[in-house]
């Protein structure tokens, strides 16, 4: 499998949606098994229309953000969003999703590292991602971890009223 990154065109974006989407369809079934019934439709009402608008959005800011495109065989397979923090010489992964037809291939870390070499060309001092720490998230997380990055656990709580 030969893959190839390059910089995002407008013609990505469709692709990039809908292959985020079905990336993501694990990550917000596991968020609605851990949040149950009651607070998960509060967090994530449509997940997919916000997800979409976000991605969107997100491709849409040239001015802000840097969007990276893995291909394969012509066809986009994945992509990473990231920006660039002036103010304290850091770079923020925004967003990650490798198509699950060629997730566990190293498309991932492959963005990473491209995405990191990027930041460092733009004199970033340090690279910040985050990420989920539920199963769904394994993947993103080793992806993360083969390209350098060091993990600090933080945990978020949510209750009902």
Known sequence: ??????????????????????????????FKQILGPSIYPILYPDWRKSQREGVETTCRDRERVHVLVAEVDS??????????????????????AVHPEYQGLGIGTELNVIA???????????AVVGTG?????????????????????????????
């Open 133 to 161: 720490g539920d199963p769904s998230h394994a993947p993103a997380r080793r992806s993360y971890e083969k390209a350098g990055y060091t993990a600090l656990p933080l945990v978020r709580y949510y209750r009902d009223l």
């Open 116 to 126: 990191l070499q990027e930041m460092k060309a733009a004199g970033v001092k340090l």
């Open 1 to 30: 499998m030969n893959s190839h990154i390059r910089s995002f065109i407008d013609e990505d974006l469709d692709d990039i949606v809908e292959l985020s989407l079905l990336a993501w369809e694990a990550v917000f079934s596991s």
């Open 75 to 96: 066809k986009a397979v994945g992509f990473l969003a990231y920006e660039l923090h002036e103010k304290d010489d850091s770079g923020e992964v925004l967003l990650l």
